[in-house]
């Protein structure tokens, strides 16, 4: 859905409005690919809005601009400040997160250094990644005939601009072959990640994912999953996986903070398990959306709430309900 292009952009600490939030086409990112970013999410819970594990996003956005060289003088609190301030500043229930971090406007070539280093925070309303009924149904991917970035070339933990022309391919190849979305393997065959989501299997009761080592993103989501798999009791593998495992495991779900916790009951047209969400799938899922609905105990400390009005009437115990709160 295109941008209904309204609302404010915070830009290297000013909140800019939305249509003058401009950068200049020489700028090195527009060119080099030169930018790190983060997606989180916001939710409108019963007890108000909180953004989910901010603190985790915001930190792997710093260690990707480390990676990268690129120094931006904002530490972890005054980036989570930042987020909360724009959202409040858009009056916003709920909202998907991108803060970016990028290398601006001053000389083009390959050498970036003598390009500043700007950032932004841009904030919009985005439903389900994988359509509304994928979340019951399922959906279909194939095996993507690209691989993931081969180690020591592209870094994977970086959560990098450049790593997504990679995911790009990955997603047109699917969409174009008629399928909702593409598993990567990495560069030894084994099974990586899809296009912008983390891959679980389930085999006999226990649940595996592949280990930061075959070229996958460290996902938030994906480490929330492993910790709420575990709460419930269920053992959690983090191992290589060959490609025909995906075949004939009884579960295949997808998780990230677009895609959420998304089961997968096809790949290259062989039916997974019963051909729709597992019970596992289905009990994380569960799970996952009781903790970003607000409608179990934080036990975690995932929730970062937006509104102190909001938390204030919390700690009297008269939480409001908050119109247009996430329908799940
Ligand atoms: C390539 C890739 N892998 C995994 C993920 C899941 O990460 P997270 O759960 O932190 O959103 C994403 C999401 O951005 C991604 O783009």
């Avoid at 000389?107 to 700007?118: E, R, T």
């Avoid at 149904?137 to 194939?142: A, W």
């Avoid at 174009?176 to 299997?201: H, K, R, W």
């Avoid at 096809?266 to 019970?279: L, V, W, Y």
Wanted: proline content about 5%.
């Amino acid at each position: 859905m295109a941008f209904p292009g309204t609302g404010k952009i915070w830009m290297n600490g000013k909140l800019v409005e939305w249509k003058d939030a401009t950068i200049h086409v020489a700028s090195h990112v527009v060119h080099y690919g030169s930018a790190v970013f983060e997606g989180a999410r916001c939710y409108a819970t019963p007890k108000g809005s909180a953004c989910f594990r901010l603190d985790a996003h915001m930190k792997r956005l710093q260690q990707s601009a480390k990676i990268y060289r690129m120094e931006y003088a904002l530490g972890l609190d005054g980036w989570m400040n930042a987020v909360l301030e724009t959202i409040r500043a858009n009056a916003m229930k709920s909202c998907y997160i991108r803060p970016i971090v990028y290398r601006g406007y001053d000389s083009l070539g390959v050498n970036p250094f003598n390009c500043p280093v700007d950032a932004a925070i841009i904030l919009w309303d985005w439903g389900t990644y994988l359509g509304k009924d994928a979340l019951e149904e399922g959906c279909d991917v194939k095996i993507a005939s690209w691989s993931r970035m081969a180690p020591n070339t592209l870094p994977a933990l970086a959560k990098s601009a450049a790593n997504y022309a990679n995911s790009g391919l990955i997603k047109m190849e699917a969409l174009t072959d008629g399928y909702s979305e593409g598993i990567a393997l990495d560069v030894s065959g084994e099974v990586s990640e899809g296009s912008g989501q983390n891959i679980f299997i389930v085999r006999d009761g226990a649940i595996f994912t592949p280990p930061l080592s075959s070229s996958i993103l460290g996902g938030i989501t994906r480490d929330s999953i492993i910790t709420l798999a575990r709460d419930l009791g269920f053992a959690v593998t983090e191992t290589s996986i060959p490609r025909e495992a995906l075949y004939i495991a009884d579960e295949v779900f997808v998780v990230g903070t677009a895609a959420e916790v998304t089961p997968i009951r096809s790949i290259d047209r062989i039916r997974i398990g019963a051909g729709r969400r597992g019970p596992i799938t289905e009990a994380l899922q569960r799970a996952f959306f009781d903790v970003i609905n607000g409608e179990v105990p934080d036990t975690h400390a995932w929730l970062t709430y937006v509104y102190p009005e909001e938390s204030t009437l919390r700690a009297a115990g008269s939480a409001p309900r908050i119109a247009g709160a996430h329908a799940r």
